[in-house]
């Protein structure tokens, strides 16, 4: 099948940085999309950024400027450098890709898979 392991959460002061990194592997065709989503406590989940293969982006409206989503289509893994958090930053944050996939327990199609989270906690 196909595994997403993200890396790079943590704590950081405010005005601080960090870069989360996911790396898909698997039985993998080929990955459409990348993302990175987040959730804080008690609100619904949010896109942060996405990336397609042909390198086009897009980004919600409160961390345009601050964030920046990458990929590296070699080594099916997607970035995002984060500048200036802010405290309402502070999430769980998973790793989706889109991926055309198969095997012999699931057809080839498309799929969404989505990583464990990992936590990110900016202080004020």
């Known amino acids: 099948q196909v595994q997403l392991v993200e890396s790079g959460g943590g704590l950081v002061q405010a005005g601080g940085s960090l870069r989360l990194s996911c790396a898909a592997s698997?039985?993998?065709?080929?990955?459409?999309?990348m993302g990175w989503y987040r959730q804080a406590p008690g609100k619904q989940r949010e896109l942060v950024a996405a990336?397609?293969?042909?390198?086009?982006?897009n980004y919600a409206d409160s961390v345009k400027g601050r964030f920046t989503i990458s990929r590296d289509n070699a080594k099916n893994t997607v970035y995002l450098q984060m500048n200036s958090l802010k405290p309402e930053d502070t999430a769980v944050y998973y790793c989706n890709a889109e991926v055309e996939s198969g095997s012999t327990y699931r057809p080839m199609g498309v799929y969404d898979y989505w990583g464990q989270g990992t936590q990110v906690t900016v202080s004020s």
């Open positions: 698997g039985s993998i065709f080929s990955i459409n999309a």
């Open positions: 990336i397609t293969s042909g390198g086009s982006t």
